[in-house]
């Protein structure tokens, strides 16, 4: 258990529809990382949040949006799904400047769009 | 270019030693990690190495920097079927911000 805590692991919804994935990030950690995975591998940096506030951003398409709640957690909605957003989605989360403890990752929500 | 750049794939046999190769883009990066990701999981960091640091070896990892070429190595001991995963290595670019590499999918054969 890495101590960042995703939720749901798998989802599979039709194509149209609008869905929310939640992150609760390590205990003490201020910073939460969004990241898409599709089937080829790579990691696309979606958005940053750092207590409560958007840090950065990055390959997140107009129809994404997140938030980071005042408890800290966050939260990744998609909505007007297509099938082209079926893959893995990580959160990660970090003290305010990463050290040798680096970002440390969520096991994912699989999404799976029909 | 801004992009961490990995080979895609590695094969190598039991037992042989496994070496993943990374070259990075920021010579200011002062962090330079090792994640491993296995089937359906997420990432786990392996280990780090700080930029004044040439070489850091941890039980069967050897990671290696070389600055001036902006690259980074990570060697695997006695690879075991149970190394077999997709390896991503990062860089911290400022003061919040890793980049990812490519990832590296290591396939060991018995």
């Known amino acids: 258990d890495s101590g960042v805590t995703q939720t749901p692991k798998h989802l599979i919804t039709a194509t149209g529809q609008r869905v929310t994935l939640r992150c609760s990030p390590r205990s003490g950690d201020l910073s939460v990382y969004w990241y898409q995975q599709s089937l080829d591998q790579g990691l696309q940096f979606l958005i940053q949040?750092?207590?409560?506030?958007?840090?950065a951003k990055g390959n997140i398409l107009e129809r994404f949006s997140a938030q980071q709640f005042p408890d800290l957690h966050s939260e990744l909605n998609l909505s007007s799904l297509e099938l082209g957003d079926s893959a893995l989605y990580f959160c990660a989360s970090s003290v305010a400047s990463p050290g040798g403890s680096g970002y440390t990752f969520g096991s994912g929500t699989r999404l799976t769009v029909v | 270019g801004e992009d961490v750049e990995q080979s895609l794939f590695l094969s190598v046999r039991e037992g042989d030693s496994s070496v993943i190769n990374c070259t990075y883009t920021d010579s200011s990066s002062t962090y330079l990690y090792w994640y491993k990701q296995e089937p359906g999981a997420g990432l786990q960091l392996l280990t780090y190495i700080f930029s004044n640091m040439d070489m850091k070896q941890d039980q069967r990892l050897t990671v290696l920097l070389n600055k001036k070429d902006k690259h980074l190595s990570l060697r695997i001991a006695d690879t075991q079927t149970g190394d077999s995963a997709i390896y991503f290595c990062?860089?911290?670019?400022?003061?919040?911000?890793?980049?990812f590499g490519t990832g590296t999918r290591l396939l060991v054969s018995p």
């Open positions: 990062a860089e911290k670019r400022g003061f919040q911000k890793l980049v």
């Open positions: 949040y750092y207590n409560g506030e958007e840090r």
